[in-house]
């Protein structure tokens, strides 16, 4: 495996830790809590968002819109600075509704990171 995939699968234990994998977590879900389009724009886009995103200003603004609870916030912020936020902001919206996805380009963008919207839908800006 590559340091990618060893960051989101530990990225995941700390926020699952019940549950042994993403799969398993994942597919019971159904579709309707995210259109897969959204899912999947969100998907291709991870590398990028993990290597530039900078999570506090998006995570701040993600909270304010309801999208991650205070919960979830502390259980971000308490890991490291190694992108393993930015996987779990990730990870968070992809769990949500269409509402978070666009919630999270708008995060993005008003603090300054359109070039990372324009990755992840390019026709938004």
Not at 73 to 83: L, N, T, Y
Request: with cysteine.
């Amino acid at each position: 495996a590559n340091d990618l995939q060893l960051q989101y699968a530990k990225v995941w234990q700390l926020l699952f830790p019940k549950v042994e994998s993403i799969t398993a977590a994942t597919s019971s879900i159904p579709d309707i809590i995210m259109t897969k389009e959204h899912k999947d724009k969100l998907t291709r886009a991870r590398a990028d968002v993990v290597d530039h995103m900078v999570p506090t200003a998006v995570l701040n603004k993600l909270q304010a819109a309801g999208i991650v609870n205070s919960r979830e916030v502390a259980r971000i912020k308490k890991m490291g600075e190694d992108g393993s936020q930015n996987e779990a902001i990730g990870i968070y919206c992809r769990k949500k509704t269409d509402r978070a996805f666009n919630a999270f380009l708008k995060a993005l963008k008003d603090s300054s990171q359109e070039h990372i919207v324009r990755l992840i839908q390019p026709w938004i800006l």
